[in-house]
């Protein structure tokens, strides 16, 4: 039975005048050309313009971007139509029912006159691409949910490439000390981090000489605060060092006497202590420098490749603090210009 003959109330008489045009197009343009189009897999583009100057692409668009302004019916008449010519058709329905309700509804101003008149008129074709995590706008972000409810959510990600650049300068940083690297992951929840734990065993084959081991980030936590000594250098993703730095700062006292270093795959790093700038304490003379001391002596060693004076200015500032020199961070009275002055006493004695 020909759907012809079924009654069909969703459709008025406009309507099956529009699905008159449908059909005659089809027949026209799609009937005679769908076995070549098979062979050579893929529609020509120059099908398009012909569609949009029969008001066959996007009817739905409002009027004031270059559409019809029609309701969902005619999209769903030449879905239907097309339908009847099998897998080899126009593909107008990505277009037409998916991204032009998409720019619609939640394109800008300039996004929907920019291209909404176009892609009904066929001048430009569309589709939907979907980014990889961590490549796009899916990195992070807050959505509402279909409850009405706000969400937020981020994405970890790490390439392997990074993973790889990241664990040779931990390798060789180990070289330089006790040979001992603990590489920090949550291999046992985090899929980022069971491509981090793998990477790294495969990078530890180039270092034989370094003794490696891994602990999860909450193991971690603890063990710096039971037992920090037991670390030599220690190897961890973005969020995780974050934390893990901040914790080892208050092992040692005051976040005063940490420095650090961001460290290209080159000799180029940029030195600085793990803390802020302190704009509250600015001018009063009291600020702890001895991470920014530490901070030189780290780039001697990393740009500098000067291990001898990084020993002797780490030496100087492990000195004074054995002699009772403290700031107020560390209970002391000392300020900024007698801490700067003991060090370099130090280093001249």
Known sequence: MSLDNLSRTAYTDDHEAFRATVRQFL????????????????????????AGELGL?????????????????????????????????????????????????YGSEEQKKHWLPKMVSGEVVTAIAMTEPGTGSDLQGMRT?????????DIMAYSESEVRRIAHVAFRAAQGRRKRLCSVDKANVLETSQLWRDVVIEVAADYPDVELSHMYVDNAAMQLVRNPGQFDVVVTGNLFGDILSDQASMCVGSIGLLASASLSEGRQGLYEPIHGSAPDIAGKGIANPLAMILSLAMLLRHSGGDEASAARIESAVAKILADGCRGADLGGSMGTAALGDAVVAALNG
């Open 27 to 50: 027949e026209k343009e799609v009937a005679p050309n769908q076995a070549k189009w098979a062979e050579d897999g893929i529609v020509p583009k120059d099908l398009w313009p012909k």
């Open 57 to 105: 692409l996007c009817p739905t668009v409002p009027e004031e971007y270059g559409g019809l302004g029609l309701d969902f019916g005619y999209n769903a008449i030449v879905d239907e139509e097309s339908a009847y010519y099998g897998r080899v058709t126009t593909g107008f329905s990505l277009q037409s029912d998916i991204v032009t309700n998409y720019i619609v509804r």
């Open 145 to 153: 949910t279909a409850t009405g409810e706000r969400e937020g959510y």
